[in-house]
């Protein structure tokens, strides 16, 4: 037996784990690593599963190819990339680049060489048509930033932060409020409140964090943008915001245009569309802005998945800027990326960028893309739709559309349409179903790695790094890493791949892990050697960094309320109407489980058979439903069955159930062994965003019946 050092990637949490491996290089135990110095031994469920992930039944151990009866054979891994390849020849040759797309999900991205492989394979081949999970969970923080812009300085931490508000977020059980609770959130949210911070929680359901709240605000889910607008109007009226803030880098014209938009949302009027308590609110509000000097307000899957999502980020958003929720000149940086180069932090605004304008609009709909990938709420229509630039083949890392993008039902007949469908995978996903080659992948402890890394963005709340070491061989000859299948296809179509914009690969011999690595580090605030030197993790100490003043030649303001933001208010004001429909179903995380990741794990499943439907236990009773029945949920783009389970911590008239569950639909499968796929009950053409696509796949009106 030996007992290694490594780090989870299952999540952004970043966790510290001990690994035991025995004599046959199986892992056989896993724990928090007490010694880690980030996440001081906290490990969650999710991450001490290592040893069904990589030894267990469903795990993939061989390609298959998939043949014209629908069935699977065996096939050696270099034999089906030259088949991919020489298919995916004939398609570049014929239909041009752009009809080659790639799928990303999380399972790729938490790999630090697959994912810089997979930008730099689209752009050797020549096609913008990359997607993932990014355009259909929280992009709508992009599109805030495109639209009003961003602080140069940084953001303000939980240990110096007086209060702390969050909109649809549960942190102690995602890990997902970036740059508060990320990692080993109790704890930290512990030793936060022990020290005075005040807790403020807006969320349809009382979560495991509203537990811990001075204040809790239960709304219809997909009203936070009123909430937020009558906050901000609130602090504007009675002189809670930082004037002097508002002064520098909003403007006098700007707030004005601010005041006057925000006008209609009085307590009364937020309150009443929201189903809160007028007076709740404004505890809240003053709570927020007039009793804290520090502190800021944060959004996740919550609001950023309902209706209006970028006007409800944006509004939130706006309570930080109007009372100055940010690092000035002097104040020292705490959260920073060491894989990224040194940075420089200045008290100025980076002005809107809007570079999704830059663009040129896409066929589908007159979008255009965000960072550089397409939306994936077009991604159906973008395959389905004949003409220049239809996707005729679709390479899918770590992901399943089948069940996480939504109208299941289009999506389906989109990827069944296709010439060409790849998956590179641990388990047979309802995506591999429809695929014709399915591509064994390694796990995470097969391979280095170095911590999720994105320029100009900070994970975790002090500049930690770890680099892991490979600590188990794959169980098959056959499993190869994600980043190896891009390379290998885009040798066999004789393309050079450029890796992380920095070096050309040789592509005659494949690279090592460690050699892309060290690409990815090279311009690293710390060398990866000294990252190294550090098996379990390192703190490091980059000196006195602190934000810089502004520089004279930097003017630019927060553009808090620009012309189409307005205009998005203003529609909000118009909508709210359930016409029919007596329920709203709302998204929801699973404690075991990442999205769909753990979904294909025995310990996992069977501590959650099912992703059931929760509903209030008044609700149940008028509706006649008991516990554990089946029942049909029918929004006005589909229906599905689920099973029905009470929470008392709902409001009544909200119901929630967690995505990336679920079958193929019309296959028979009981939503007692599969549980429920929800996307066929969301559009992916209506009620959607402008910029990035996003489809309302929260705060859906439904009904619910019984089936007896």
Not at 46 to 58: S, V
Not at 171 to 177: E, I, M
Not at 408 to 421: C, D, G, H, R, T
Not at 433 to 447: G, I, S
Request: with cysteine.
């Amino acid at each position: 037996m030996k007992e290694l050092h490594s780090f989870c990637r299952i999540c952004a949490g970043g966790c510290g784990v001990k690994v035991t491996i025995d004599s046959d290089d199986r892992i056989v135990r896993m724990r928090g690593d007490p010694d880690h110095p980030m996440s001081r031994g906290y490990a969650c469920f999710k991450g001490l599963q290592a040893a069904e992930a990589h030894r267990g039944p469903n795990r993939l151990t061989e390609s298959r190819k998939r043949m014209p009866d629908g069935s699977y054979v065996a096939i050696d891994t270099e034999r089906a990339l030259d088949e991919i390849g020489e298919r995916l020849r004939v398609i570049l040759e014929r239909d041009g680049p752009d009809a080659i797309a790639m799928f990303c999900g999380n399972g790729s991205m938490a790999s630090s060489a697959a994912f810089a492989m997979q930008r730099a394979f689209m752009a050797a081949i020549g096609s913008r048509q990359r997607f993932s999970t990014f355009t259909i969970d929280q992009s709508a923080k992009f599109v805030s930033f495109e639209r009003m812009g961003g602080w140069a300085g940084g953001a303000q931490q939980l240990e110096t932060s007086d209060v702390l508000m969050l909109f649809g977020t549960n942190p102690l059980v995602s890990h997902s409020a970036m740059g508060a609770l990320c990692v080993d959130p109790t704890k930290r949210l512990r030793d936060a409140r022990a020290r005075g911070l005040k807790l403020i929680v807006i969320d349809p359901r009382r979560t495991e964090t509203a537990r811990h709240a001075d204040v809790v605000l239960q709304p219809f889910p997909g009203e936070d943008t009123a909430i937020a607008a009558a906050m901000i109007r609130l602090i504007l009226v009675e002189g809670w915001e930082d004037k002097d803030f508002c002064a520098r880098f909003i403007g006098t014209e700007r707030m004005a245009r601010l005041r006057q938009e925000v006008e209609p949302f009085t307590l009364e009027v937020a309150a009443a569309r929201a189903g809160v308590e007028p007076c709740h609110i404004r505890q809240a509000a003053e709570l927020f802005a007039r009793i804290s000097k520090s502190g800021l307000a944060l959004t996740a899957t919550g609001p950023n998945m309902a209706g209006f999502s970028n006007l409800s980020q944006h509004m939130v958003d706006l309570l930080n800027v109007v009372c100055g929720r940010f690092p000035r000149a002097g104040e020292k940086v705490v959260a920073i990326d060491v894989l990224a180069p040194p940075p420089e932090y200045r008290e100025e605004v980076i002005p809107a960028p809007r570079t999704w304008q830059a663009f040129p609009p896409s066929r589908i709909r007159g979008v255009g893309m965000l960072y550089g990938e397409r939306l994936s709420g077009t991604l159906a229509d973008e395959i389905l739709t004949p003409g220049d630039g239809q996707i005729r083949a679709l390479i899918v890392a770590g992901g399943n559309p089948a069940t996480s993008i939504p109208d299941q039902q289009k999506i389906v007949k989109a990827l069944n349409s296709l010439e060409l469908l790849v998956t590179v995978d641990c388990h047979m996903t309802v995506t591999g179903q429809l695929a014709d080659y399915v591509l064994p992948a390694t796990l995470q402890y097969e391979r280095p790695d170095l911590p999720f890394s994105i320029p100009g963005m900070a994970f975790w709340p002090v500049p930690w790094s770890q680099y892991t070491p490979q600590l188990v061989k794959p169980p098959s000859p056959q499993i190869v890493d994600d980043w190896y299948v891009l390379w290998s296809l885009a040798k066999r179509l004789g393309k050079t791949i450029r890796f992380d914009n920095a070096v050309d690969l040789d592509m005659q011999n494949a690279p090592t892990s460690e050699e892309l690595l060290a690409i990815r580090a090279s311009r690293a605030a710390i060398p990866l050697d000294e990252i190294k030197r550090y098996p379990g993790g390192q703190v490091f100490d980059l000196g006195a960094i602190s934000v810089l003043p502004g520089r004279p030649e930097a003017d630019a303001k927060f553009d808090v309320m620009p012309e189409d933001v307005a205009t998005e208010l203003a529609e909000y004001c118009r909508t709210g109407e359930r016409k029919g429909f007596e329920f709203l179903i709302a998204s929801r995380r699973m404690r075991d489980l990442f999205n769909s990741n753990g979904y294909y794990l025995r310990p996992t499943r069977a501590r959650n058979p099912v992703n059931p439907v929760s509903i209030h236990p008044d609700d149940m009773a008028a509706l006649g439903v008991i516990e554990d029945e089946e029942v049909e949920i029918a929004s006005d783009n589909g229906r599905v069955r689920a099973i029905a389970r009470p929470d008392a911590t709902l409001r009544r008239g909200v119901i929630t159930l967690s995505h990336g569950w679920g079958a193929l639909p019309n296959d028979g499968t009981d939503a007692r062994v599969v549980g429920t796929c929800i996307n066929p009950l969301i559009s992916d053409c209506r009620n959607v965003e402008v910029v990035n696509a996003m489809p309302r796949m929260s705060a859906v009106p439904v009904n619910i019946r019984r089936l007896n």
